[in-house]
């Protein structure tokens, strides 16, 4: 199983993000995937996640600025983030368990 995650950056407060989680090794429409995020000296944290029937659930800290989706035709899931924040500054990891991808890093600063 692959999970690679693209999309991060450093973004300024106010900005938005689209990561994005290519999937391969499993069938991915039946899998419910997930993004969790970590951040220095703060515990590992669940964002959103998605299941195979499209229902969605999100962290307090990130509902109605962020939205995840899935295409299984690309077996690929998406976290899209807006207005994000300092607060969100950490490694998001695309997951659908017990697999883990390598990370990728977002940066919010001006």
């Known amino acids: 199983v692959q999970l690679v995650e693209s999309g991060g950056g450093l973004v300024q407060p106010g900005g938005s993000l689209r990561l994005s989680c290519a999937a391969s090794?499993?069938?991915?429409?039946?899998?419910?995937m997930g993004w969790y995020r970590q951040s220095p000296g703060k515990q590992r944290e669940l964002v959103a996640a998605?299941?195979?029937?499209?229902?969605?659930n999100y962290a307090d800290s990130v509902k109605g600025r962020f939205t995840i989706s899935r295409d299984n035709a690309k077996n690929t899931v998406y976290l899209q983030m807006n207005s994000l924040t300092p607060g969100d500054t950490a490694t998001y990891y695309c997951?659908?368990?017990?697999?883990w991808g390598q990370g990728t890093q977002v940066t919010v600063s001006s």
């Open positions: 997951v659908t368990n017990p697999y």
């Open positions: 090794g499993i069938i991915f429409n039946l899998v419910t």
């Open positions: 998605i299941s195979s029937d499209g229902s969605t």
